[in-house]
Structure formats: structure tokens, C-alpha cells
């Protein structure tokens, strides 16, 4: 049975249903300004070994199906379907500024109804069990803790079993503010942070608080990068 926000945060969560090998094919997106977003440093190229092990968990098998929520991005496009598999791409983050944006304060608007129904229509809308590896960046950060221990349980429930998933998260903000990015992999372990704005974020979550987000899943590894950013990759 196919999860939804709403079900979830009533309390129920979805069994793990039989594998399901539907290809939708890639989504397109654009990219997004919108709420409590402000210029944001110049973009930069780093060494990343969380990409390097995600992609590494990708190269025995072929015709997988991976998400990246960081929008249409052809470099991603090319380095998945290189490796045999099928990307689903979403802009999670203009779908948050499309969904709660002005009018209104940002992180309030995700308790209303009427925005919430908005959001599960546009986000995440595929079946429980679809994905191998989902790449999840910096979405997490810019959610009400409502509204992210939701998404967090909705992609549980995307993933199938011993799969990964790769996220970032600041470890500092400058006045509730942090940089968000388009993420473009290249080569094996290359990650380009491509600027889109400085964003009102969340709580700045450390390992603990973290590590609490993700109880439902088997493991999770911390990887600190010299950007003020912690790479995380956690094993459904």
C-alpha cells in the first residue's frame, strides 16, 4: 500500500510491501527562490567519501532506481545512468517554497491542512518500496520538526531494505541563515556545491539529534567536511 504524509503523522506506517519495479523516468524541475532565501557564497568543488561509498553501494547491481532530491541535474543524470541505473529527480526545495511560502511565516505554514494536502500532492509521490538509494542533501534542514519527522518516516517507507541514503546538514548558521546548494556530482567522489540561496533553517541538528531522526533505520555514519557541512549516510 502506497504511504502518505497525512497517514503518517496519525500515527500508522506502512508494511513492507513486494517489490515494485514501475520506472516513471525523470522528473523535471527548476530550480526554486522563494521564502527566507538571500544570496549565498560563491560555488566550490569538494572531495566527498560519502558520495564515493554511496555510489560504491550502487556498482553490483544494474537497473536500480535512485532519488535525488536536489532537482533536474545533469551531471547526477549521467553518473547513475552510467552505472546502469535510473534517477528520479526531484526539486524538493521548490516544492517547499511553492507549498508554505508567503504569505505567512515559512515553518508555520507547514502545519496548516490545506498546505500540508498541497505538499503530499506534489512530493515524494511514488510507491513505498520503489527506491535503491535515495540522495537527500540539504532538504531536511528547511522543515518544521513536524513536518521532518514525517518526511524522514515517508522515505523510510520509498526505500527498500539494506539500501542507502545520503544527506547534509550544516553544523552552524549565521543568524538562523544557511547556504543552500544544487549538489552536482563528479567523478566517484567530486561534489560541486552550486549556490541557490542563503535559507532560514530549522534547528541546527547535531550527531545525537540525528541519529534520533533516524532510529528507524539499521545504521547511520557521519562524514565532517571542511564546508561547515556533516555528510551523512544512513542504511535503511
Not at 491542512?113 to 531536511?140: H, I, N
Not at 552550486?194 to 532510529?215: C, S, T, V, W, Y
Request: proline share 6%; net charge negative.
Amino acid at each position: 500500500m502506497k504511504s502518505t504524509f497525512r497517514s503518517i503523522f496519525l500515527g500508522s506506517s506502512p508494511e513492507d510491501p513486494p517489490h515494485q519495479a514501475g520506472v516513471r523516468g525523470i522528473s523535471p524541475a527548476s530550480a526554486g527562490s522563494g521564502a527566507a532565501v538571500r544570496m549565498a557564497p560563491e560555488d566550490r568543488t569538494v572531495d566527498s567519501k560519502c558520495v564515493e561509498q554511496f555510489l560504491n553501494s550502487l556498482k553490483s547491481q544494474t537497473g536500480l532506481n535512485v532519488l535525488d532530491l536536489t532537482g533536474l541535474c545533469q551531471s547526477n543524470v549521467d553518473i547513475i545512468s552510467g552505472l546502469g541505473h535510473r534517477i528520479y529527480s526531484d526539486d524538493f526545495l521548490r516544492i517547499l517554497d511553492d507549498c508554505f511560502g508567503p504569505p505567512g511565516d515559512f515553518f508555520e505554514n507547514q502545519a496548516d491542512p490545506e498546505r500540508l494536502d498541497k505538499f503530499e500532492a506534489q512530493c515524494l509521490t511514488y510507491d513505498d518500496w520503489m527506491f535503491d538509494g535515495a540522495l537527500v542533501w540539504d532538504s531536511l534542514e528547511f522543515l518544521s520538526p513536524e513536518l521532518l519527522e514525517m518526511t524522514v518516516d515517508h522515505l523510510f517507507g520509498l526505500l527498500k531494505p539494506s539500501t542507502y541514503l545520503l544527506a547534509t546538514f550544516h553544523t552552524e548558521s549565521r543568524n538562523g541563515m544557511v547556504p543552500s546548494y544544487t549538489y552536482r556530482m563528479e567523478g566517484p567522489r567530486g561534489l560541486r556545491l552550486k549556490p541557490r540561496g542563503e535559507r532560514l533553517a530549522g534547528k541546527i541538528l547535531q550527531n545525537r539529534d540525528i541519529e534520533r531522526l533516524f532510529q528507524r533505520f539499521n545504521s547511520v555514519k557521519f562524514f565532517l567536511t571542511r564546508n561547515n557541512l556533516r555528510e551523512v549516510i544512513v542504511r535503511r
